[in-house]
């Protein structure tokens, strides 16, 4: 499982502690929204005239680092610790004591991001196969059944010569354990399927619980 945001949301975080006599602080401000394409950067900073203000103070090697650290905090979601994708990261206020070492940077960093997936409710998303059924006319009801109780999605049902018909779906991972043997058995082994990876799909709240739960 992965896990996504389903809407921007914006917080910060401040961090203060004194390590062997050396007062370290961080102030950071940032938002967590959606990615809408791949193109998209998943990193960028608040291009606003009073953002700018403030970030344009900024090393350019701190920008880095927050940019590193932030993107590694996408790695382990609040959820179950999936990846969290689909998110772009924008900052907007980073203040930063003197003396401050960049471990206390990064764990700022992280904790920030992390309480914005908290704040903005993240949800599970499941993998998904596209899969490909070639079967017997008289045998396409008994594949439809069986699909339904899959939470498979029928995309398309199309001829093939006289006899076959070609059953285009797309199911959960989580719902095709063994499900080749399935078919087989269902169509007495005169089918042929197909599957391959068709990206992730957010997961209904009822059928988010039952993962969490078995995590």
């Known amino acids: 499982y992965k896990e996504a945001i389903e809407e921007a949301h914006r ?31 998943i990193f960028r900073l608040d291009n606003s005239a009073e953002a700018s203000e403030c970030l344009k103070k900024i090393r350019p090697r701190y920008i880095y680092l927050v940019k590193k650290s932030a993107i590694a905090a996408l790695e382990r979601g609040p959820k179950i610790g999936g990846q969290i994708v689909d998110v ?48 017997p006319s008289e045998k396409v009801s ?33 719902e095709l354990s063994g499900y080749s043997s399935v078919v087989r058995t269902i169509s007495s082994g005169t089918a042929s399927l197909t599957m391959q990876p068709h990206g992730y799909s957010m997961l209904p709240p009822l059928d988010e619980a039952t993962a969490i739960r078995r995590a």
């Open 142 to 174: 008994s594949i439809l059944a069986d699909s339904g109780r899959r939470r498979a999605q029928i995309l398309e049902i199309s001829l093939r010569g006289e006899q076959n018909k070609v059953i285009e779906m797309i199911a959960p991972l989580a």
């Open 11 to 41: 917080s910060s975080w401040k961090s203060e502690k004194e390590i062997a006599g050396s007062k370290q602080s961080v102030e950071i401000e940032m938002t967590l929204d959606v990615k809408h394409s791949t193109s998209e950067d």
């Open 88 to 135: 772009c990261i924008k900052l907007h206020r980073l203040v930063i004591g003197r003396g401050t070492v960049d471990a206390f940077i990064s764990a700022a960093i992280y904790q920030c991001v992390q309480k914005i997936m908290l704040e903005a409710n993240c949800r599970l998303m499941e993998p998904m196969m596209a899969i490909q059924i070639v079967v």
